[in-house]
């Protein structure tokens, strides 16, 4: 059985783009294995989002690279090679279901497509509703103890200050670094640091230190 067909054997679990980011990734001698969520090994997923960002390369490596937000955060869609021709015409703008495999590299989670459909806008509410119905919500909805929250506070700030140097960070990032913590509870704690004028928003989605 070759690599395509296996993969393809995977269940493509629906999830928000939000769980792909908080997912842990399992690697085997650095080479990503399957994203744990809860007790679910995913390697395939089935999302739906918006089209924000579309690039296309113009030199000898051809390689495409949409950028999908599902209002839970943002995810990378890479084509490579020949199979560019087959999604040329997807645009910016447009809802899209996407069929793919979870892919790593250099610590990026991106996808790698192996279905993608328009959708009419109404479907991203459609899929919301329809996670929120079945449940499958595969972080842990436990409340955290104080001192778990202030460790939390602390690795927030922390990593806020050091990036200083850069001009803040995305919060996106804070997301994907922070493991075993719900992306709920993450920007919850993000909005009461705001609250209480210890870091500000230069732009929505990203964040300084204010000291």
């Not at 390689?63 to 955060?73: C, K």
């Not at 015409?89 to 979870?102: A, D, F």
């Not at 459609?126 to 919500?137: I, M, P, S």
């Amino acid at each position: 059985m070759d690599s395509e067909q296996q993969f393809k054997r995977n269940i493509a679990y629906k999830l928000k783009v939000g769980d792909i980011l908080t997912g842990k990734q399992i690697l085997n001698q650095e080479k990503f294995q399957f994203l744990e969520l809860g007790n679910k090994k995913i390697i395939r997923v089935n999302v739906i989002g918006n089209i924000v960002d579309k690039y296309q390369s113009e030199g000898e490596k051809k390689y495409l690279f949409l950028t999908l937000d599902d209002g839970s955060g943002q995810i990378q869609i890479r084509i490579f090679g020949d199979d560019m021709e087959k999604f040329k015409e997807v645009h910016s703008g447009e809802t899209i279901l996407i069929i793919g495999v979870i892919r790593c590299w250099n610590n990026n989670t991106y996808l790698s497509p192996e279905i993608i459909k328009e959708q009419p806008p109404k479907y991203l509410l459609v899929r919301k509703l329809e996670l929120e119905k079945q449940g499958l919500e595969f972080q842990e909805n436990k409340t955290l103890e104080k001192e778990q929250i202030k460790e939390l506070k602390d690795k927030l700030l922390e990593m806020i200050k050091n990036s200083e140097k850069d001009g803040g960070i995305e919060t996106n990032k804070l997301i994907t670094e922070i493991k075993d913590v719900s992306l709920e509870i993450i920007n919850q704690e993000i909005q009461s640091l705001l609250e209480k004028g210890m870091i500000f928003e230069p732009r929505p989605g990203k964040v300084r230190y204010l000291g």
